[in-house]
Each structure stands twice: as C-alpha cells, then as structure tokens.
C-alpha cells in the first residue's frame, strides 16, 4: 500500500485537491448561515400597483411615507399622491398602490400577511438591528460559476436578495411580495422588530 502511495502520489494529489477545494469552497459559502439565528421576527411591508407582473413606480419610497413606528406602534400615515418632488408633471406616487403587510417568524424563515389591526397591536422597535444583534440588510451577488460550477467552467448568475446578517454571517430571507412569490427588488419596507422577542 505505501509502495502504491509513493508511485501514485501525483496523481492522487490531482484527485483530491480539486474536492478539497469544493469542501473549502461549500463551508466557507454556507457555514456561516448555520449559525446565524435571532429570537426576534420582524414585520415588513410591501405594494404593488395592480400589475402583478409589473415593478411599481416608487413602491419603496410610498411605503416610507405609509407606513412608520411611533412610540413602538405601527403608525398609518397620509400621503400625498398628488406630490411631484422633481417638478416633472408626473406624480410621484400612483394612486392604485396595494399594501400588504407581513409578519416573518425568523425562526422557520416564514412571512405571513397580517391585518393593519393585528400589526399595530404588536409592540414595535423599528432600528434595523435587533436587541440580539442581528441585522436585516439587502444584497446584490454576483456569482460567475454558479455555485461550484465555476470550477468546471458553469454559467454565471446574479441575485438580489433580503439576508438576516450579524458580523461576516449571513442568511438568506424567504419574503413575500404581491404576488406571493419572492419580492421584487426594492417592493420592501422594514418596519420593525417584534418585542419582546420568543423565549
């Protein structure tokens, strides 16, 4: 068996370097998500203009202005649809937007859509980071193998997603839009974590 290492060593090395590199390659992408957990979920907020299949003009902004947390509240706010900011005739907001509002259990990655009643029944902290340290941050990727196919010369893909983050670890949010699908990029509202967190 040692005479059959000695006289195959290279090429045993070319085997297992390779896969030693997938193995490197996987623990270093996915790992971190193991240990990334909060006792906190959080509510959001998302809109549509009446055309599934179609991003809504200034969805992100009109959210900002609809919805806000006040002494730990959901508060609903007027907004002014008639309100043209860079005085080009057109309105910034459509008057046809859709809101919905989602609460996410953190802990199975879950939304569900709750009622504006049940949501400003919940005591609210709206920082973007929980009392447990765990943020909730955008991030656009670009991946030019696809996974590990980039060692055997696979495609490219990009993707732009919602992640619970705490330090360089991070985990991916499964959310809903209007169509209860994943999201559109940028059809998202953070409005606030739960308090007091599960026990």
């Not at 002014?80 to 005739?89: A, R, V």
């Not at 920082?127 to 990727?141: A, E, I, Q, R, W």
């Not at 490219?156 to 360089?168: A, H, N, Q, V």
Request: charged content about 15%; glycine content about 8%.
């Amino acid at each position: 068996m040692k005479e059959f290492l000695k006289k195959n060593f290279a090429v045993l090395l070319a085997f297992i370097l390779p896969i030693l590199l997938i193995v490197i390659v996987a623990l270093n992408t996915y790992l971190p998500s193991l240990f990334i957990s909060t006792n906190y979920n959080f509510v959001y907020t998302s809109c549509a203009d009446g055309r599934d299949y179609y991003y809504p003009y200034y969805c992100d902004n009109y959210l900002q202005k609809r919805y806000s947390v006040v002494n730990n509240k959901l508060s609903l706010n007027n907004v002014d649809l008639t309100q043209d900011s860079n005085k080009d005739g057109v309105a910034d907001f459509k008057q046809n937007y859709n809101t919905r509002i989602f609460l996410h259990d953190t802990k199975k990655n879950e939304s569900r859509e709750i009622s504006l009643t049940e949501a400003q029944m919940l005591t609210l902290n709206n920082l973007l980071t929980s009392p447990d340290g765990v943020t909730v941050s955008s991030n656009y990727s670009y991946n030019g193998g696809g996974d590990f196919l980039f060692l055997f010369g696979g495609g490219g893909r990009s993707s732009y997603g919602y992640y619970l983050t705490k330090g360089k670890s991070k985990s991916k949010l499964n959310l809903i839009n209007n169509t209860d699908q994943y999201y559109y990029q940028n059809n998202f509202q953070f409005i606030g974590w739960i308090l007091p967190g599960r026990n």
